[in-house]
């Protein structure tokens, strides 16, 4: 496997995880898909349209997002939200990205 393909597959796989907490983080408030992308890139995770779509099917499939249409404007957009259960997953994960921050940062060197 080259070099590049490699590292691209780790950064990969690294990042996944964090993309399912960015998003039960920012859906605290209602928002829509496309919105989302640009808020995901805004704070450093870059993810692709097809990529997310499918995820927060699967999030609220699992109960962990609620979804509403919003038939308002011209164009019906479906806005998603962290229900309850996502904002309880949303804590613990936060609180155990916390605890790996500080042991990557002990095995580092830096406190």
């Not at 995820?55 to 939200?81: A, H, I, M, V």
């Amino acid at each position: 496997m080259p070099e590049d393909e490699l590292l691209a597959t780790h950064l990969q796989e690294l990042r996944r995880g964090t993309v399912v907490l960015a998003c039960l983080l920012i859906l605290q408030r209602p928002n829509y898909g496309y919105a989302l992308l640009d808020l995901l890139e805004k704070y450093g995770f870059a993810v692709d349209a097809n990529t997310l779509y499918p995820l927060l099917r699967r999030l609220e499939k699992q109960g962990l997002l609620t979804s509403d249409w919003n038939t308002d404007e011209s164009r019906p957009r479906k806005f998603y939200r962290t229900s309850a259960d996502g904002t309880a997953l949303a804590q613990t994960l936060s609180h155990d990205w916390d605890e790996l921050d500080a042991a990557f940062r002990s095995l580092k060197g830096e406190s």
